[in-house]
């Protein structure tokens, strides 16, 4: 119903007021800007950091929310031509990112220090996928498709009744370019990739998906990792997370999980799955 689509777009500003480090007033702005002050939060900003916060611990720090200086200094985001940062202003960056310097109640979160951020990146955008595909199923919608970019909600199936297909998009290949597809109806699919935002300087690839332990991007055995889960915000941590944690533990990692499975794309675009992924 194309009526519901000012209200969508209205529910996705209102969490990006809520969530988005960039924008002004938003909580997680204010976190950001508090000096190391508590910050009082609406109680969705507080349940979700703490979400945020349980990947960060379940990956013993593969994932870490306060990555955000470390991406504001490689800068992927903006028009401006791209540099790998000097060594020291990496290694100065680092000293601030570690997640355990975050402290949550039901409306209040602290960072202890006053030169570290958060970025919520990693998990945001499943979450409000998840808050779009519970306001469309009060409305009574029964067939959907919400695509935020790399995160696919599915309501429902086709009004056919038959499933959906959605491609998995190949690496460094143009947009309609897939590597497979999969068949779904009412779950999840979350893929995150190296390819999404990069450049290259002396023949390397830099891109955005950022090692928290380094301060460098990721360097493993992986491209891209789809997720599928009924919760998006949980396939969308974890497509990050898997990311991160590379092909072995990644596999290892999301077989320990009953409600999701996935599909690994490595460096040479070969694909291997987890159990329970379909193919």
Known sequence: DAALFPECEALCREYENLLSRTVKDSDIYRINHAGGDTCEVDPETASLIGKALEYCELTDGAVDITVAPLMDLWDFTSEAEKHVPAAEEIEEKLAHVDYRNISVTDHTVTISDPEAAID?????????ADK?????????????????GGNVDLIGSKPDGSDYHIGIRKPFGAP??????VSASDTSLVSSGIY???????????????DPSTGYPVENDLRQVTVLCKDSMKADALSTSLLLLGKEKGTE????MEDASAAFTDTSDRLTYSEGFPR
């Open 132 to 148: 779009l595909k519970e306001f469309l199923l009060d409305k009574g919608v029964e067939h959907a498709i919400i695509n935020l």
């Open 120 to 128: 919520l990146g990693f998990i945001a955008k499943g979450f409000i």
């Open 176 to 181: 309609s370019d897939y590597i497979t597809t």
């Open 253 to 256: 990692f999301i077989d320990s």
């Open 196 to 210: 999404e935002r990069y450049f290259e300087e002396n023949n390397r690839l830099y891109h955005h998906i950022l």
